[in-house]
């Protein structure tokens, strides 16, 4: 789903707002995704996993996650690690053969079908805490980017699949 926010904070009256959406430049976000997940920049649980197994896919949608021990939050890459199911259990490659790496690229869609095999763990940039993915609900949480104050919430818009 494709969401619109709009938020106004209650100090300083800054208004902003964000969209969480997929857009056509999903299958080259998808590529940068993958690109950098094997050079490192998620660290090296997430390059190895997806340097080993070549039936990994991940998730490159933008998501909102917000840090519940300084309420810090940010939007980034899902790059939770997914894989194809049969009879609802996860497929991995066979024994011996030789890993080509993560699948090309699979759509939102499409994992829908698949198995979720991990979330990554992202890491707050302000305290190092672990962020969690956050909801609507949590719009109330979020702190302007320019006081850090709390917000009102203006407008949700939600369009499309």
């Given amino acids: 789903m494709n969401r619109s926010f709009t938020l106004r904070c209650f100090s300083c009256r800054h208004q902003y707002g964000f969209t969480l959406w997929v857009s056509s430049l999903y299958p080259q976000e998808y590529k940068t995704c993958i690109k950098d997940i094997r050079t490192g920049k998620y660290g090296t649980e997430w390059q190895e996993l997806f340097l080993k197994e070549r039936s990994f896919a991940v998730d490159a949608r933008e998501t909102l996650y917000l840090c519940h021990n300084c309420r810090d939050w940010d939007i980034q890459p899902s790059l939770a690690a997914y894989l194809p ?13 030789k890993p080509s ?20 763990p992202h890491p707050c940039k302000r305290c190092g805490s672990r962020m969690k993915r956050a909801n609507t609900e949590h719009l109330l949480f979020l702190t302007c980017p320019r006081c850090g104050a709390e917000n009102e919430v203006l407008t949700v818009i939600d369009w499309g699949e």
């Fill in 101 to 120: 790496g993560p699948v090309e690229f699979v759509s939102p869609e499409q994992l829908r079908e698949m198995y979720l095999y991990k979330s990554y």
């Fill in 85 to 97: 199911k049969s009879e609802g259990k996860p497929v991995f490659s066979e024994k011996g053969a």
